[in-house]
């Protein structure tokens, strides 16, 4: 490793340079990898309700739908928007009472169920129907112009709409995450350290690790919005301990080597590449873990912050090294003395007071486990967006208006007998919640001749091989109600037709819950146990891998079981990912400790001796690397609107802290 060291001190100066140029391909990587505003996306392929989402774009031509509400506007007016909104690229059909009738016939003479499902009061609602699927950029541009025809009066709601009101404001705030993050670090950082200079050699060295992995997503293609927000903000506040860790190093080789900062230097990376690479395989093995849920956003953001940390590793004993001897003057002239100090006493006390601390931390165990398994979660993504936007504003009036949740749409085999058809319209419609099914035969009726359907609608209601229906729903997204419901219509539809599928977002969502419920104990498991066995390699022993676990679970539970005190409800990815990001990026915490004390045993020092010397050796850098982790997220989980970013933030800030004091109150005990 010294070999390594002195061949990358001598090459410095190409190092430096070759780093900056591979950050023109790393960004014309990142500005080519689209991002995916639909967390439902990631649903497993196999499931009946994504199956049913590729039949409706094969069958239909129809991917995603949404409900266009306009009020205040005479019939004429609207017809005129409707024909506008055809014109509209990637729209493949607006559905309104005029594909049913002339407008000239009064609208008294269509269906009760046309006449409900498609006005009340002073409103009256369109169902725009679009060539791609909810989360496509070409249905995300079509709502866009859709919305600049539409005048003020107007509101577009449905899931493509949320997803573009989504992209436009993590557009608009993910740089500002990266910009609140890298303030708040660099003044921990300028505080911790005894240089004002080096923080920003820190920065820049993590800062080109994240843009090659920001660059190198582009070879999956995409990834989500929520793994984009994330990435940058959990690289930096989880690799910057490696840097922290090369500085110092530096800093005890050049005692040692006085004015030889070359080979001084060269000592420090082979010391930092022994145990950087040790401390990254924990971290590694927690975001390897979210690999393992079939709902594969876990792998989208495993995959990325796998890459982050190894990129973070390489950056660390390449490209900072070489940053820190070209600007070896100039961080020896901005030198300072600590800001903060040493705090011998408080080691001894918590070392003095160690059954204390072993009461207490079983004393908060216990009930925290039960917290945080009772904490709520919530499933429906646009629940906790802002209020002014427009989709949202748009879902509020037509639950308002129509007293309408989220359509569902069944698919079912086109040459069913037509009274089984009518049948199962009739037991559908009194399942509580559903307000209308609308198909061929409920807007027709048995005594309307087929021949009469106008065309526009059969091409939408009819395929080759399927049926299609829509359930117009008053329950909202992800409640019990609406999941019973499901479950119901799903009986009656499987009894008249075993193949036929009940798809869109509910259904969707409802699967979602029962994937992630499953996702969660898997990638506990997962995270837990490969965990372990990197302790007990390093380690040796079966029982201290056991405590080091103990303790950084606890830690967990108290940060997830804090919700459940304050009346908070999580967003459902949270309980799944938090618990495995927290145990891979702090157990280093415990570890760090551990091996100090292993040392100080092997040294011939009694138990309370060793313990008390680790404790102080480590306090420092766990306090450090805790609130640089802490700094990185807190800002972000305090400016972002959208609640599932900031909800992980806060946890992800929340949890460095608990976990460190975790670490230094309840590990000596």
């Known amino acids: 490793m010294e070999n390594l060291g002195r061949k990358i001190v001598k090459l410095r100066v190409p190092i430096f340079a070759i780093s900056l140029l591979l950050l023109i391909p790393a960004a014309i990587g990142y500005i080519n990898t689209r991002v995916n505003y639909d967390i439902l996306y990631y649903l497993p392929g196999e499931i009946e309700t994504m199956r049913g989402q590729d039949i409706l774009v094969e069958e239909f031509g129809t991917g995603a739908y949404s409900m266009f509400i306009c009020q205040g506007m005479d019939s004429k007016d609207v017809a005129k928007l409707k024909k506008q909104i055809e014109e509209v690229q990637y729209v493949s059909k607006v559905v309104w009472y005029d594909s049913f009738m002339d407008l000239r016939i009064p609208i008294d003479i269509l269906p009760e169920k046309i006449q409900k499902a498609f006005n009340a009061d002073d409103s009256t609602m369109m169902f725009i129907i679009f060539e791609t699927t909810t989360s496509a950029d070409e249905t995300m541009e079509a709502i866009g112009n859709i919305r600049n025809i539409a005048g003020k009066q107007c509101f577009l709601s449905g899931m493509s709409a949320v997803v573009t009101d989504t992209k436009n404001l993590a557009e608009e705030e ?45 070879v999956t293609g995409e990834i989500s919005y929520i793994t984009q927000a994330l990435c940058a903000v959990l690289q930096l506040g989880v690799t910057m301990d490696y840097s922290i860790f090369l500085w110092h190093s530096y800093q005890e080789q050049l005692e040692l080597w006085g004015d030889d900062h070359g080979e001084a230097m060269a000592q420090a990376i082979a010391a930092t590449i022994k145990s950087v690479v040790g401390s990254s395989v924990t971290t590694i093995a927690g975001f390897f873990a979210l690999c393992f849920m079939s709902f594969t956003l876990g792998l989208d953001l495993g995959v990325v912050m796998i890459k982050g940390v190894v990129f973070g590793v390489i950056c660390c004993v390449t490209a900072l090294p070489s940053m820190i001897l070209i600007f070896d003057k100039a961080l020896a002239k901005t030198k300072h003395r600590k800001l903060i100090p040493d705090m011998p006493k408080v080691s001894e006390f918590i070392v003095d007071h160690h059954t204390f601390f072993a009461l207490l931390f079983f004393a908060l165990f216990v009930p925290f486990a039960y917290f945080q398994a009772h904490t709520d979660v919530y499933y429906n993504l646009d629940s906790t967006l802002p209020k002014e936007l427009p989709s949202i504003q748009a879902n509020t009036l037509l639950q308002q208006d129509y007293e309408m949740g989220a359509a569902h749409m069944i698919l079912l085999d086109r040459k069913l007998d037509e009274k089984k058809k009518y049948n199962m319209i009739e037991e559908m419609e009194q399942v509580g919640g559903v307000k209308q099914v609308l198909g061929i035969e409920s807007v027709i009726g048995p005594s309307f001749p087929q021949s009469m359907i106008p065309k526009d609608v059969r091409e939408i209601l009819e395929s080759e091989h399927y049926e299609l229906m829509l359930v117009m729903n008053e329950y909202a997204v992800a409640s019990d109600e609406v999941n019973r419901q499901l479950e119901q219509l799903n009986a009656i539809l499987k009894s008249h037709d075993p193949k036929g ?132 997220t807190f800002g972000v989980a305090m400016y972002s609107q959208i609640d599932m970013i900031s909800s992980l933030c806060l946890l992800m800030a929340r949890g460095a802290l608990i976990s460190m004091c975790a670490v230094l109150l309840f590990l000596p005990a």
């Not at 500002?176 to 820190?202: D, K, R």
């Open 501 to 632: 599928m009940l798809v869109g977002e509910a259904p969707c969502t409802k699967d979602l819950i029962e994937i992630t419920d499953h996702d969660f104990n898997v990638v506990s498991a997962v995270s837990i146990l490969a965990v372990f066995v990197i302790i007990l390699f390093v380690f040796g022993s079966v029982s201290l891998p056991l405590v080091l676990v103990l303790v950084i679970e606890g830690a967990i539970f108290i940060n997830m079981g804090i919700p459940y005190l304050t009346g908070g409800v999580l967003p459902f990815i949270a309980s799944i990912v938090i618990g495995t990001i927290q145990l891979g990026s702090t157990v280093d915490y415990a570890i760090l400790m551990t091996s100090r004390y292993e040392r100080e045993r092997s040294a011939g020092n009694s138990k309370r001796d060793a313990i008390l010397i680790a404790h102080r050796a480590s306090m420092r850098s766990v306090v450090i690397s805790a609130c640089g982790f802490f700094a990185a």
């Open 174 to 218: 993910v740089v500002i995450y990266v910009v609140i993050a890298v303030l708040l670090l660099t003044l921990v950082l300028m505080v911790s350290m005894e240089s004002w200079l080096i923080p920003f050699l820190f920065l820049g060295g993590i800062g080109i690790a994240i843009l090659y992995n920001l660059g190198t997503n582009i």
